[in-house]
């Protein structure tokens, strides 16, 4: 970000702004397209127009069929909560493992990485 003396810094500030949300709109329409080719039919709950209500619908009449025809059925629910929070518990774990690791350890360089011609934050020295 450039100063340039007589700008006013908010209007200035509001334009980066508007950018960054314009930018951000086109990444997302992007991904949408993207997503979508690669997703299958059945995963429903977070795409536009696909509700969740359908496919509980549809597991009903599965489980009602199952019955009707007195054929076993297995299911599987999973807590994602839960799964999430054990997923977190494992990475602090391990980027803590890491870091006790000597500096010369290749993933402690991954952690620690300043790439060359860029400096540190900071006031320099």
């Known amino acids: 970000m450039a100063f340039v003396i007589g ?19 086109i990444m997302l329409e992007r991904l949408k397209t993207a997503l979508d080719k690669k997703l299958r039919e059945e995963q429903a709950g977070f795409r536009q127009e696909r509700s969740c209500t359908d496919q ?20 599987v629910f999973v807590d994602f909560q839960k799964v999430e929070t054990e997923i977190m518990k494992r ?27 860029k400096r540190k934050v900071g006031r320099p020295k």
């Open 56 to 75: 509980f619908a549809t597991l009903r009449n599965i489980i009602e069929q199952s019955l009707e025809w007195q054929s076993p059925l297995y299911t």
């Open 7 to 25: 700008l006013n810094f908010t209007a200035f500030k509001r334009f980066e702004i508007k950018d960054g949300k314009v930018l951000t709109r």
């Open 91 to 117: 990475k602090w774990g391990w980027i803590g493992h890491t870091l006790r690791k000597p500096a010369s350890n290749i993933t402690r360089q991954a952690l620690d990485w300043n790439p060359q011609g």
